[in-house]
């Protein structure tokens, strides 16, 4: 049976093996729990970003690094191939377990999720549950987990605290900035969800997204992260379906459906008081979309890199 916090594990065990090496910095919390700093303290890098990005698609993914011309600045961007699209995206890589009842609790995301009693509603999607005796979740914070943290997702997982692996990194992070884009997939499949499109159908998946520059600043950094995906990513899927079903959702899943496309994500953000959940939900769409409907053969399009938002984001440049 495939496991995919064992596939992560193997992933963790590498980063413990030479930490230095990657920047990363790994501690123990006093009830064994290991934290696994990936850009909070650490240093982190292009390394380190590649391997939280395939522990959170539970092991069982690939991911490069490719040219991403903005206008005429040079960018990096990450693509993502994922033979297992249900199992690496929507049983680990997309961020669905709210960790906390309140506004700015940290969200919890990777094979973790798989094992929790209590499946949030992107587990629901799908009939995959892991069973292992360790756990890596990954959680994209500006401040260092409590111990009472991770006993509380230990005991959710039915693992013992000392089995419980956990990735951090702040937003303004080489590792976030790449695991945020290498959500392309999932930005997907859960926008396919809500239009009423059985993701199950979906068996193949590839994404590619630019990479954001780097800012200190918080508030600056998520938004930039965000941008990436709403303004420069798309997201290639291959599924057994119907025409008639793919072509009834491929133009509401793009982010140009939203009234609130057009601008950077920052000021729709502070607009929404700094709520992620009160931010319109059909924004949080790629820029693009082609699905490939194995079925038949056809291939659909919609949407499109809107690189004139990505330079007036990144770089000032007005349209």
Known sequence: MLSINREAMKI????????????????????????????????????????YTLITLGGIGEVTFEDFPVGKYNLHGVRVLVDLPMEACL?????????????????????????????????????????YHEGVLAIQTPVPITVETANAIAESCGIKPENLYILVAASA???????????????????????????????????????????NNEVQAFGWINDALLYGGIATLHVESTDEAVKEVIHKIVSSASSAF??????????????????????????????????????????????????????????
Not at 103 to 117: E, H, Q, V
Request: net charge negative.
């Open 173 to 215: 992070s080489l590792a976030t900035a790449i695991q945020v884009s290498a959500r392309i997939i999932e930005q997907t499949l859960h926008r396919l969800d809500e239009e009423g499109f059985d993701v199950n159908a979906v068996k193949l998946a590839e994404g590619y997204c630019v990479i954001p520059p780097l800012s």
């Open 12 to 51: 963790v065990r590498k980063i413990m093996e030479a930490p230095e090496a990657i920047g990363a910095e790994v501690t123990r919390l006093p009830n064994g729990t290991t934290i696994l700093d990936m850009g909070l303290k650490a240093r982190g890098g292009w390394v380190a970003g590649k391997y």
């Open 262 to 319: 057009g601008r950077p994500f920052v000021e729709i953000y502070e607009e929404a008081g700094r709520d992620f959940y009160n931010i319109p939900l059909d924004l949080h769409s790629p820029a693009a979309v082609q699905i490939n409907n194995m079925t038949t053969g056809h291939t659909f399009r919609a949407g499109e890199i809107a690189y004139n938002i990505l330079l007036q984001s990144y770089f000032g440049e007005q349209p």
């Open 91 to 131: 049983g680990s890589q997309i961020a669905g377990w709210r960790l906390e009842a309140k506004k700015d609790a940290p969200i919890g995301a990777g094979p973790a999720r798989s094992l929790n009693k209590n499946p949030d509603h992107y587990m629901e999607l799908i009939p995959y549950r892991d069973q």
